[in-house]
C-alpha cells in the first residue's frame, strides 16, 4: 500500500526558509518521478515542482523558479522541497504526488499535506 | 502554458442524478486530461487518466470522455459520498503542469 507523508510545514516570515520532507512507502520509490503541489486559497492547486527518478531532471513553476529546490535521497526513500526567500503567496498546503508511471505525468497517490503559513 | 477552464463553478443536484463536469483547455492536448476528486481535508484522489481510463478502485458510476480541447467528467448517478470538489489536469504539454479552478458538486 502506498504511503505518502509530508513533514516540515509551519509559519516562517517573509523572506524566510523551510525545508519539507516527504517520506514514501508501498512502491519502489526509485523507479518513479515525484512532484510537489500546493494548494492555496487564491490559485487553488498548482503544480511546483518535478524531479526524475534518479534526480537528474529537475522543474519549477515559475512562481517558486529560483527560490524552491527538489532533491530526493533514494536510499531513504524521502522527497525534499527546500524553500527559500518565502512569500505571502507561498502560503498554503503542499502535497507530495507520486507520479503515475514514466510519461504518464500525472498523480496516482497524494500525501496527507503539510501547511505552510508565511506570515509576519 | 495550457489555461483549463472548468465549469460550472458550482453544481447542485440530488442523489440519483446525473453529474456532468466540463474542462475546456485553451489549445488541443488530445486525450491528455485528468480528472482528480478531492474532499474537505483530504488529498486530491485520481479518477480518470487520458480521457476515459478509470483509476484503480474507482465505481464504474465515473466515466470520461473528449479530445482535443473539450473534456467531461460524468457520474451516472450520485451517490451521497459523491458530493466534493472536482479537478482536471492536463499532462499533455509540461512544465508547467496545470489544473483547472475546479468545480464543486454540492447537494441541492
Known amino acids: 500500500q502506498v504511503h505518502l507523508v509530508e513533514s516540515g510545514g509551519g509559519v516562517v516570515q517573509p523572506g524566510g526558509s523551510l525545508r519539507l520532507s516527504c517520506s514514501a512507502s508501498?512502491?519502489?520509490?526509485?523507479?518513479?518521478?515525484m512532484d510537489w503541489v500546493r494548494q492555496t486559497p487564491g490559485k487553488g492547486l498548482e503544480w511546483v515542482s518535478f524531479i526524475r527518478f534518479d534526480g537528474s531532471q529537475k522543474y519549477y513553476a515559475d512562481s517558486v523558479k529560483g527560490r524552491f529546490t527538489v532533491s530526493r535521497d533514494n536510499a531513504k526513500n524521502t522527497l525534499y522541497l527546500e524553500m527559500d526567500s518565502l512569500r505571502p503567496e507561498d502560503t498554503g498546503i503542499y502535497y507530495c504526488?507520486?507520479?503515475?508511471?514514466?510519461?504518464?505525468?500525472?498523480?496516482?497517490?497524494w500525501g496527507q499535506g503539510t501547511l505552510v503559513t508565511v506570515s509576519s | 502554458e495550457i489555461m483549463l477552464t472548468q465549469s460550472p463553478a458550482t453544481l447542485s443536484l440530488s442523489p440519483g442524478e446525473r453529474a456532468i463536469f466540463s474542462c475546456r483547455a485553451s489549445e488541443s492536448i488530445n486525450s491528455h486530461i485528468v480528472w482528480y476528486q478531492q474532499k474537505p481535508g483530504q488529498a486530491p484522489r485520481l479518477l480518470i487518466y487520458d480521457a476515459s481510463n478509470r483509476a484503480a478502485g474507482i465505481p464504474a458510476r465515473f466515466s470520461g470522455n473528449g479530445y482535443g480541447t473539450d473534456f467531461t467528467l460524468t457520474i451516472s448517478s450520485l451517490e451521497p459520498e459523491d458530493f466534493a470538489v472536482y479537478y482536471c489536469q492536463q499532462r499533455s504539454s509540461w512544465p508547467p503542469i496545470t489544473f483547472g479552478q475546479g468545480t464543486r458538486l454540492e447537494i441541492k
Open positions: 508501498g512502491f519502489i520509490f526509485n523507479n518513479h518521478g
Open positions: 504526488a507520486k507520479d503515475y508511471s514514466g510519461t504518464y505525468h500525472f498523480f496516482d497517490h
